[in-house]
């Protein structure tokens, strides 16, 4: 793959939500972004063609919504290919750590046949043990672990809902591929951080022993401890701590991890060259991944949707988006950053979601450099 020096600035098209008759509505809006983006030669007659989303943990309500899956789903099959609609299970506990329950919580969401017109598959089965190792030109892996039936599906199309994420800055296109794609163990090697806990903090409420599927936290006198041999990384207990007690180093275990997050997303599209196409929607823009058991308040108003065949393109043109918008009242942004200032930034001050565009430049998933185009 091209670095990004010589790459030319991709395209990616943008739709806002404005909408005062039926041609103007979301569904046409995607089916404009899916024609404007280039995206009709993804898809070849006869092609098993994967439609990459995130269900959403049950008890969030802001995933997106079957029904803009849906239109996705009818174009793929306008073009004669054989649509599927996936995800891969989860790492933590909760309820998509299994392909039984993962489908259970995707009908609750809406995630059916009867509204999608496609079958729910989970692409790395029943236990997760359904895996395809891709080679790759990366820094931290030579060798990743990706979700069997996306590795094996012959186009791939990502929706993702872009939103903010305590470890990764940002949730969007490169960490739906990222993480989203990998099996549970290929999870555990981009989360290999280790989790402590500061016991000034920590108020032994015990919900990190709740959630821990490792069976690494514990209590000690009324203060939760994580056992380091056991603790796989997931980030699970940080995510529910409702004192923040959990920390790593920030430091020096941060961008290592954005980077194995970015060498994992180019595992899930090396084999499709010409094969895959993004969607990022920004609706709902809240604090957090559609992972946790709960829906925040938004961020920033609602943006619209974007679309490009360049991953890493498509998160910068979707960052730059949100942070050109006043903060939305009452949210976690409580000080309101203003108009071009880092939303993400605010909300998870250790983060480093710039990793994303040098690091996925430098491994040749895409590139920084976009020009946006209005679709009307």
């Known amino acids: 793959m091209p670095n990004d020096a010589t790459r030319e600035p991709a395209k990616v098209c943008f739709a806002d939500l404005r909408a005062r008759a039926a041609n103007k509505n979301r569904t046409a809006k995607i089916k404009k972004l899916f024609e404007a983006a280039g995206f009709a030669d993804t898809v070849a ?37 054989r649509p599927f609609v996936t995800d891969t299970n989860t790492l933590y506990t909760g309820s998509r750590r299994n392909a039984v329950d993962h489908i259970a919580t995707a009908v609750e969401h809406g995630f059916d046949y009867a509204v999608l017109g496609a079958p729910v598959i989970i692409a790395d089965g029943l236990d997760s043990s359904n895996v395809i190792e891709v080679a790759i030109p990366g820094k931290h892996f030579e060798k990743v672990k990706i979700a069997g039936d996306i590795a094996r599906a012959d186009s791939l199309i990502v929706l993702s809902h872009f939103k903010g994420h305590e470890l990764a800055g940002f949730g969007g296109a490169v ?13 555990q090697d981009q989360h290999s951080v280790r989790f402590v806990v500061e016991p000034k903090k920590c108020i032994g409420c015990r919900e990190c022993v709740r959630v821990c599927p490792a069976g690494a936290a514990a209590m000690d006198d009324k203060k939760a401890v994580i056992d380091k041999a056991l603790c796989i990384g997931c980030g699970e207990c940080l995510t529910v701590c409702p004192k923040k007690a959990m920390r790593i180093d920030w430091h020096t275990e941060i961008v290592p991890f954005m980077e194995r997050l970015v060498e994992y997303a180019l595992g899930a599209v090396i084999g499709k060259p010409g094969k895959t196409a993004f969607f990022n929607f920004l609706t709902n823009v809240t604090p957090d991944c559609d992972c946790v058991p709960w829906s925040d308040a938004p961020i920033v108003p609602d943006i619209g949707f974007l679309a490009s065949t360049d ?23 409580e000080h309101g950053p203003d108009q071009g200032e880092d939303k993400f930034a605010a909300l998870w001050k250790w ?22 185009v209005k679709v009307e």
């Open 351 to 372: 983060t480093r979601g710039d990793v994303t565009f040098a690091h996925g430049a430098a491994v040749g998933l895409g590139t920084p450099q976009y020009e946006l």
């Open 311 to 333: 991953p890493v393109a498509l998160d910068r043109a979707c960052l730059d988006l949100v942070n050109a918008q006043a903060a939305c009242p009452d949210c976690k942004l």
């Open 45 to 81: 007659r006869g092609d098993l063609t994967a439609i990459k989303v995130h269900f959403g943990e049950r008890g969030c309500d802001t995933h997106i919504s079957p029904s803009h899956v849906r239109a996705v789903v009818e174009l793929v099959k306008a073009r004669g290919g």
């Open 175 to 187: 960490k739906n591929l990222g993480m989203g794609c990998a099996t549970r163990a290929g999870k």
